[in-house]
């Protein structure tokens, strides 16, 4: 008779996922190992591998999940204007660092069966963040267009490496400030 799944499995398994994706971006992705993985988690390997078959499926499933999650938050917040997306993406990167450093640097790692999907909810987030761009300035032609929903997301995703918490700026100032340079320079341009 199989084992069934301990009440606690998806607990586990996210933090888990958290607790990796801290060590491949401290690591880096090529230099990192499930070894490695489930001794910064505190873990055994065989564990590790109890959750993940390998490597590279933990880190599809370490971007599947934040990207999903960035999916939820920008569909949430996408009725709200322009500055309710900024807080809401920016309040999603809050404990995201290493994942977002991930989808950068590690997601071409992947097989393209594995990569596709990925891209397919990056491409979503762009579509969504495009739309919210056009809003703003329904007159932009497609290249303007593409070239300030891009600008919108080097302000947002590039966050985390300058920023430290209790200096400068908290991330709430940080998105309101954003949300009206964003807002202001879109509309300089329309």
């Given at each position: 008779m199989a084992r069934g799944l301990a009440r606690d499995h998806d607990e586990k398994r996210a933090a888990l996922r958290k607790g990796a994706a801290r060590y491949f971006a401290a690591h880096g992705f090529d230099r990192a190992s499930m070894t490695g993985a489930a001794k910064s988690c505190g873990v055994s390997k065989a564990l590790m591998y109890h959750y993940w078959p390998s490597k590279e499926e933990l880190l599809f499933d370490i971007l599947d999940d934040h990207l999903g999650c960035?999916?939820?938050?920008?569909?949430?917040?996408?009725g709200g204007g322009m500055r309710d997306l900024i807080a809401?993406?920016?309040?999603?990167y809050a404990d995201a660092d290493a994942e977002h450093k991930l989808q950068l640097d590690a997601l071409g790692v992947l097989p393209p069966d594995r990569k596709a999907p990925l891209i397919a909810h990056q491409r979503q987030l762009v579509a969504l963040?495009?739309?919210?761009?056009?809003e703003l300035a329904p007159s932009l032609p497609p290249d303007?267009?593409?070239?300030?929903?891009?600008?919108?997301f080097g302000i947002l995703n590039w966050f985390y490496m300058w920023h430290r918490p209790g200096k400068g700026l908290e991330r709430t100032d940080y998105a309101k400030l954003a949300g009206d340079f964003v807002i202001a320079g879109i509309k300089g341009i329309a």
């Open positions: 960035l999916l939820d938050v920008v569909q949430g917040a996408r809401a993406l920016l309040a999603a963040m495009s739309g919210a761009v056009a303007r267009l593409r070239a300030a929903t891009m600008t919108v």
